[in-house]
């Protein structure tokens, strides 16, 4: 397709303000191709439910038999410019033409530092310079951050938060600690690592510290700053000051993954600053490139001290997942995207309060901006709204032990939050309905 012919696809579909199923769903061509996949793929993949995407554009994606889909998971917090934003694939395309590797890690990249150039621009570390390692995917990001703060203090021992996600790489499944089935038959895990409540003002210090481990051999608290797969939840006013404390009266380092929360899905670039402190080590991946794979482990400067060699990677901030990030910067700033999300979801978070005094079904209603997690009574519920929602042609996602979560691109409109809410009460009484 030309350019021109693009931008004509885009926008049709972008136009789009809710879903037009055109079969059942799973329709015949979906079908097909689950049952390819079942032969040949990894059967570790945890689909969540038979939908099987084509193309994509904004908030709206459209499956292989042609029916349209309003997402509201952006595929997993990731497209956060929306699907295929011109712009975006523009600098792909641009960056695809010129070149499309040179290991950064060997040679010099400009893209690359452009990419860090913005990071220490927006790093939440006040006035603070930061550097950052660039990497695939969100948990190489936190593998680099485990091994950045072994080294920068000299310390092994790392707390994690009870209900986290990190990732699947081992050091990132040793901190993650949401669903024994992540760890189950991997053993033996990373030692030195030791976990916490996410949100509790004692236990760390009243029985991790005092029992399992001295503050002073611990390297860092790595935190998810509002917690995602865990179930979309917000930390409890005062607790990362809290944290913070702990941290500068022992020594130990604050890492704050934001591969989820960041780069504006709260309102803000990253979740931490609506939380008033400032930690020393920033993890991204997902939103930063809109799609292609980058992650990134920001720390302050004067904590980058690791010698020459200790730590690379062959692909990691490709010239073409850079190009996206750059691009994604832009049209964050130019389309004021942080504004849009605080604006869009608070109409998606009143319309959502406003309808639980309808549906007992909903229990709770919390998050920011499009940071959105749904309390119902189990998983099974969660679950069977997931499901039914996409059988109406809405995406949504399940997440902790109850809850769903609502996370759309962050040029998410009005009108189709509107329209999400309006298919959402359908969901909902469906599901109250027991059908
Ligand atoms: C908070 C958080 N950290 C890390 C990861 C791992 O990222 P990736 O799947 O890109 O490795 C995820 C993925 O969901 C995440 O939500």
Redesign the pocket.
Same mark, same amino acid.
């Given at each position: 397709m030309r350019a021109g012919e693009s931008r004509l696809a885009y926008d049709g579909l972008a136009a789009f303000v809710g879903p037009k199923l055109i079969t059942e769903v799973p329709g015949p061509e979906a079908l097909a191709w689950i049952e390819r996949d079942r032969k040949v793929t990894s059967p570790s993949l945890p689909r969540a439910y038979p939908f099987v995407p084509k193309r994509g554009a904004g908030s709206i994606v459209e499956d292989v038999d042609g029916n349209i889909f309003l997402d509201l998971n952006a595929g /997993?917090?990731v497209t956060s410019t929306g699907h295929c934003h011109p712009r975006v694939v523009d600098a792909i395309d641009r960056q695809a033409a010129e070149l499309l590797h040179y290991s950064a890690s060997d040679f010099y990249l400009p893209v690359y530092a452009e990419v860090c150039e913005r990071l220490d621009q927006v790093a939440p570390f006040g006035d603070r310079p930061a550097r950052s390692f660039l990497t695939n995917? *969100?948990?190489?990001a @936190?593998e680099a951050a485990i091994k950045l703060a072994r080294f920068a203090t000299g310390r092994q021992y790392l707390i994690g938060m009870y209900k986290?996600?990190? *990732?699947?790489?081992m050091g990132?499944v040793t901190l993650t600690a949401s669903k024994a089935k992540y760890r189950t038959n991997f053993g033996p895990m990373l030692p030195s690592v030791y976990h916490t409540f996410y949100g509790d003002f004692d236990y760390l210090d009243e029985v991790v510290f005092k029992r399992l481990v001295s503050p002073t051999e611990v390297a860092a608290i790595v935190v #998810?700053s509002w917690l995602? #797969?865990g179930g979309y939840v917000l930390p409890p006013d005062g607790w990362f000051t809290y944290l913070r404390e702990l941290c500068d009266l022992h020594g130990i380092l604050l890492v704050c993954? #934001? @591969?989820?929360?960041g780069m504006g899905r709260s309102g803000k670039m990253w979740a931490i600053e609506h939380e008033g402190v400032e930690p020393d080590v920033l /993890?991204s *991946?997902?939103g930063i490139a809109s799609g292609l794979?980058l *992650?990134a482990m920001i720390a302050r400067e004067d904590l980058m001290v690791w010698d020459l060699g200790s730590h690379g990677s062959t692909y990691g901030g490709s010239p073409l997942s850079c190009a996206a990030a750059l691009a994604t910067f832009d049209v964050i700033r130019d389309e004021d995207l942080l504004g849009n999300a605080e604006r869009v979801g608070s109409v998606l978070l009143d319309g959502l309060r406003e309808m639980k005094t309808r549906h007992p079904l909903i229990r709770e209603v919390r998050g920011k901006a499009m940071w959105i997690g749904l309390g119902f009574a189990d998983h099974q519920v969660a679950e069977a709204i997931e499901h039914v929602a996409f059988r109406r042609g809405m995406l949504m996602l399940s997440c902790g032990d109850d809850a769903v979560r609502i996370s759309p691109p962050l040029v998410f409109r009005e009108d189709q939050a509107r329209e999400a809410l309006r298919i959402f009460e359908e969901v909902v009484a469906e599901v109250e309905a027991g059908t």
């Amino acid at each position: 397709m030309r350019a021109g012919e693009s931008r004509l696809a885009y926008d049709g579909l972008a136009a789009f303000v809710g879903p037009k199923l055109i079969t059942e769903v799973p329709g015949p061509e979906a079908l097909a191709w689950i049952e390819r996949d079942r032969k040949v793929t990894s059967p570790s993949l945890p689909r969540a439910y038979p939908f099987v995407p084509k193309r994509g554009a904004g908030s709206i994606v459209e499956d292989v038999d042609g029916n349209i889909f309003l997402d509201l998971n952006a595929g /997993i917090a990731v497209t956060s410019t929306g699907h295929c934003h011109p712009r975006v694939v523009d600098a792909i395309d641009r960056q695809a033409a010129e070149l499309l590797h040179y290991s950064a890690s060997d040679f010099y990249l400009p893209v690359y530092a452009e990419v860090c150039e913005r990071l220490d621009q927006v790093a939440p570390f006040g006035d603070r310079p930061a550097r950052s390692f660039l990497t695939n995917s *969100g948990t190489e990001a @936190v593998e680099a951050a485990i091994k950045l703060a072994r080294f920068a203090t000299g310390r092994q021992y790392l707390i994690g938060m009870y209900k986290s996600f990190h *990732g699947r790489s081992m050091g990132s499944v040793t901190l993650t600690a949401s669903k024994a089935k992540y760890r189950t038959n991997f053993g033996p895990m990373l030692p030195s690592v030791y976990h916490t409540f996410y949100g509790d003002f004692d236990y760390l210090d009243e029985v991790v510290f005092k029992r399992l481990v001295s503050p002073t051999e611990v390297a860092a608290i790595v935190v #998810e700053s509002w917690l995602g #797969e865990g179930g979309y939840v917000l930390p409890p006013d005062g607790w990362f000051t809290y944290l913070r404390e702990l941290c500068d009266l022992h020594g130990i380092l604050l890492v704050c993954d #934001e @591969v989820q929360s960041g780069m504006g899905r709260s309102g803000k670039m990253w979740a931490i600053e609506h939380e008033g402190v400032e930690p020393d080590v920033l /993890i991204s *991946g997902k939103g930063i490139a809109s799609g292609l794979p980058l *992650g990134a482990m920001i720390a302050r400067e004067d904590l980058m001290v690791w010698d020459l060699g200790s730590h690379g990677s062959t692909y990691g901030g490709s010239p073409l997942s850079c190009a996206a990030a750059l691009a994604t910067f832009d049209v964050i700033r130019d389309e004021d995207l942080l504004g849009n999300a605080e604006r869009v979801g608070s109409v998606l978070l009143d319309g959502l309060r406003e309808m639980k005094t309808r549906h007992p079904l909903i229990r709770e209603v919390r998050g920011k901006a499009m940071w959105i997690g749904l309390g119902f009574a189990d998983h099974q519920v969660a679950e069977a709204i997931e499901h039914v929602a996409f059988r109406r042609g809405m995406l949504m996602l399940s997440c902790g032990d109850d809850a769903v979560r609502i996370s759309p691109p962050l040029v998410f409109r009005e009108d189709q939050a509107r329209e999400a809410l309006r298919i959402f009460e359908e969901v909902v009484a469906e599901v109250e309905a027991g059908t």
